[in-house]
């Protein structure tokens, strides 16, 4: 009898469940929103400086970012993170306030003044209050137009960057990343990541001067200010402040040419018990009309979390925690990739995984449902990004940068949703070649070397 109450009981504690589970089943998502970007007004000044505003959201504050045109791109050989000890030095103070000046002035105004250096951008950033918008500009037009370069500073910045390269060359990834971009880039500043202590050593005042002389200038200088802002105020600011800018060079970027010679390399890190893998190639680049379809494909190849190498090798073999593949996106160039931290006695294997997936999605179009969920995740991560002041112009840096117009944003999300399972086939085909690709691994050497030997047969393994 109490056998037969417990089996009635459990039918119905399931049925009751199943019943449960179906109500509480979440209804199928809406169609993506597209983006719309805000309306936008842009002053040129006659030194060739460009404004741009961008009002945006309620919060009573102002987004500004002061976006030079140069970087590590316009280094030479010699000069590697001289942009950066450039920036660190702009830091320092202006002829008329220092370091502690100017931050306590920034957190008066409600933020503080970061300044950045990234391969095509030397970038003067802050956040602060609306209504101190037109002073916080002021403070940037000084800071960047009267560096004090005091050369005191000169050796404790040099030595900080000392510590920060041996920090990060003590990283497989950073040892596999600089050996893949040089490759790849060997005759380009992109190939150029990492100097030598002897690089950072030689550095000068002076060497730091003629880097800001011959890069530094209103004509490559664009003013963004997004959020909440009086239009009129701050177009007299930057009249103001920023009209008696030099004018200085041209933008300018040199453009790469990426090396065709297809090569494997191990680097050696005896008894290490994972090979850091870099595994790439050239693709096309923002300006190409295949490039947001080339984005998808990444994304469902190796470029999400729920992508189809990251659910191989991570979650089906156990082979590495943390695989992604990217778009590396340059000025005229672009690579793809695939990262990944693999257990050492699986280094080979997971070589041959990729490659399969790769292969998989060259003979065999994806299906519309695993599509739609990749083109759903890309368009909503998109809009996302695009959510604040400072996503705004990202983007808009972003189309300045690869001399792209407003329809590229515009439309994104439309042209996300317009990509076909075919397209996705067909980009594989045309760019992710696995016979095309240079690898990188830093391992052991002795553990490694047959097996990388087995998958790579077409390519030079180079020590």
């Not at 490759?183 to 030689?202: D, F, R």
């Not at 018990?273 to 494909?297: F, K, M, N």
Request: glycine share 6%.
């Amino acid at each position: 009898m109490k056998k037969n109450i417990f089996i009635i009981t459990l039918l119905f504690l399931t049925t009751t469940l199943v019943t449960s589970q179906e109500k509480e089943t979440p209804p199928e998502g809406s169609n993506p929103k597209g983006f719309t970007l805000p309306k936008k007004d842009v002053v040129k000044l006659d030194n060739g400086l460009t404004l741009v505003m961008i009002p945006y959201g309620s919060i009573p504050k102002s987004t500004i970012r002061v976006s030079i045109e140069t970087g590590n791109i316009h280094e030479k050989e010699n000069e590697i993170w001289l942009s950066d000890l450039m920036a660190d030095l702009l830091e320092e103070g202006s002829t008329t306030l220092n370091a502690k000046q100017i931050a306590d002035k920034m957190a008066g105004m409600g933020g503080n003044l970061n300044i950045g250096v990234s391969p095509h951008h030397t970038s003067l950033n802050c956040s602060v209050l609306y209504e101190f918008t037109p002073d916080a500009l002021a403070l940037i037009s000084d800071v960047v137009k009267n560096p004090a370069w005091p050369a005191s500073e000169l050796d404790r910045l040099k030595n900080n960057m000392k510590r920060n390269l041996t920090v990060q060359l003590s990283r497989p990834q950073a040892q596999a990343s600089k050996e893949f971009f040089a490759n790849l880039y060997p005759n380009h500043p992109y190939g150029n990541i990492y100097p030598t202590e002897e690089i950072l050593n030689s550095f000068t005042i002076e060497d730091v001067k003629k880097f800001y002389a011959e890069n530094i200038g209103a004509k490559r200088t664009t003013v963004y200010v997004a959020g909440k802002f009086d239009k009129d105020r701050v177009i007299e600011t930057v009249k103001t402040s920023f009209s008696d800018m030099v004018s200085g060079p041209e933008p300018n970027y040199p453009t790469a040419q990426e090396n065709t010679e297809v090569i494997a390399k191990i680097i050696d890190r005896p008894e290490a018990p994972q090979s850091t893998i870099y595994y790439g190639l050239p693709v096309a680049d923002p300006s190409s009309e295949d490039h947001i379809a080339l984005s998808i494909t990444n994304s469902l190849l190796g470029g999400s979390f729920g992508s189809r190498i990251t659910s191989n090798i991570r979650e089906d073999k156990g082979y590495t925690y943390s695989p992604r593949s990217t778009l590396n996106n340059n000025y005229k160039s672009s690579l793809w990739f695939e990262v990944a931290d693999v257990t050492t006695e699986h280094t080979g294997a997971s070589l041959d995984e990729i490659n399969k997936e790769i292969r998989r999605l060259q003979n065999e179009a994806p299906s519309k449902e695993e599509l739609d969920g990749i083109k759903n995740y890309e368009s909503g991560i998109f809009v996302l990004r695009n959510s604040t002041p400072g996503g705004i112009i990202n983007q808009l840096e972003f189309l300045d940068m690869h001399e792209l117009d407003d329809s590229y944003l515009v439309n994104r999300v439309k042209n996300i949703h317009a990509v076909t399972p075919e397209q996705v086939q067909e980009m594989t085909k045309k760019y992710i070649n696995p016979e095309k690709m240079t690898l990188v691994i830093v391992g052991d050497k002795n553990k490694v070397q047959q097996q990388v030997q087995e998958i790579v047969k077409t390519k030079s393994l180079k020590q």
